[in-house]
């Protein structure tokens, strides 16, 4: 009855259209069900809008935990190969310091050969080893 009221002192015809519309419109059932079906449909389609949203938002989540596990794989391997490079390193010096001490080796054996043609004696010849 306000909305009546309204229409009655105001002269505005589109409110006044409005308001004979509203009431033909809820006088046909088939139209209040039309119009009940609509608004159930528009509230649908916001869940949906919010949920699309929402799972955009976790997909770019998603996406930008893979672009930082992927930088830190990244890194990893770079170290990885850091690492590698060093123990490709660690080998050569270790392989050169056996070459070294296999030449040591074959002088003081080379040593110890002179000393003995030389006539110096086995115990002599330990005690110079042990001192070198």
């Known amino acids: 009855m306000a909305a009546e009221a309204m229409a009655q002192k105001t002269n505005v015809p589109e409110i006044q259209d409005a308001i004979v519309r509203i009431r033909t419109l809820s006088a046909d059932e088939k139209a209040r069900e039309l119009a009940y079906q609509r608004e159930l449909a528009l509230h649908e389609k916001a869940t949906w809008e919010k949920n699309l949203k929402k799972a955009e938002e976790k997909t770019r ?21 850091n690492a590698d490079e060093k123990m490709k390193n660690a080998d050569e010096k270790m392989k050169n310091a056996d070459e ?33």
């Open 61 to 81: 989540e998603a996406e930008e935990k893979i672009k930082w596990a992927d930088e830190k794989i990244k890194n990893a391997d770079e170290k990885i190969k």
């Open 100 to 132: 070294k001490m296999k030449e040591a080796d074959e002088k003081l054996k080379k040593a110890a050969d002179e000393l003995r043609k030389n006539g110096v004696s086995e115990e002599r010849i330990a005690e110079i080893l042990n001192n070198i």
